[in-house]
Nanobody, 127 residues
Framework: QVQLVESGGGLVQAGASLTLSCAAS????????MGWFRQAPGKEREFVAA????????YTTESVKGRFTISRDHAKNTVLLQMNNLKPEDTAVYYC????????????????????WGQGTQVTVSS
């Protein structure tokens, strides 16, 4: 497992951009697929994006395709979520997540597959 700390959230207007950063500690960072989830008030936590161990493969939920990009830097043990053209419906607490399946390379991610969570960072998009 790794410990995760997010940063980069904030209050922005619709159409703006934000980049969320997740700093991971631990020497096994490269072993795990990593992802971002979000949770809006009164809603369940939902998958946003994931990236494979190598960083070659990425996956995003349909509602953010073409607007959000996930990336990772093994040298810095970080995972980024670049969010462009933000919409009010993107408002949520965003969580960095470490997948719990060693060397997983598939496309399915859910809160049940996550072994470690960050503390979350608030993103608020005003209309």
């Amino acid at each position: 497992q790794v410990q995760l700390v997010e940063s980069g959230g904030g209050l922005v207007q619709a159409g703006a951009s934000l980049t969320l950063s997740c700093a991971a500690s631990g020497r096994t960072f490269s072993r795990w697929a990593m992802g971002w989830f979000r949770q809006a008030p009164g809603k369940e936590r939902e998958f946003v994006a994931a990236i494979s161990r190598s960083g070659v493969s990425t996956y995003t939920t349909e509602s953010v395709k073409g607007r959000f990009t996930i990336s990772r830097d093994h040298a810095k043990n970080t995972v980024l979520l670049q969010m462009n053209n933000l919409k009010p419906e993107d408002t949520a607490v965003y969580y960095c997540a470490q997948d719990g399946r060693p060397y997983y390379s598939g496309t399915y991610y859910s809160p049940n597959t996550i072994a470690s969570w960050g503390q979350g960072t608030q993103v608020t998009v005003s209309s």
